[in-house]
Nanobody, 126 residues
Framework: QVQLVESGGGSVQAGGSLRLSCAVSGDTDSSYCMGWFRQALGKEREGVAAIDIDGTTDYADSVKGRFTISKDNGKNTLYLQMNGLLPEDSGMYYC????????????????????WGKGTLVTISS
């Protein structure tokens, strides 16, 4: 079991940057596929970025070149650096973890994950 707590959300203007963090606690000795998801009001949840146990990363086409996912295993923290933010990036951002390799759970393409945080809100104004 792991617990995930997101932070770093906020309101910024288009073109700005935010860095989201996800603190991982509980069974941190196990390895997980980690991912970021988002859900805009009235829309389905979508996978944004993922990082596998070996550090391999994957991104949704809509954020490639603008977002960077990373993790600090020593701090048990997952990050999402978001640059060049657009109004359509607004939504609730969720951190998630899965016992499987990302190759199998495929979070960026909507795969389900074993553990979820409660989310942090990102609002981008034009």
């Amino acid at each position: 079991q792991v617990q995930l707590v997101e932070s770093g959300g906020g309101s910024v203007q288009a073109g700005g940057s935010l860095r989201l963090s996800c603190a991982v606690s509980g069974d941190t000795d196990s390895s997980y596929c980690m991912g970021w998801f988002r859900q805009a009001l009235g829309k389905e949840r979508e996978g944004v970025a993922a990082i596998d146990i070996d550090g391999t990363t994957d991104y949704a086409d809509s954020v490639k070149g603008r977002f960077t996912i990373s993790k600090d295993n020593g701090k048990n923290t997952l990050y999402l650096q978001m640059n060049g933010l657009l109004p359509e990036d607004s939504g609730m951002y969720y951190c998630a973890a899965d016992h499987s390799l990302c190759y199998y759970s495929d979070p960026v393409r909507g795969g389900d994950m074993d553990y979820w945080g409660k989310g942090t809100l990102v609002t981008i104004s034009s």
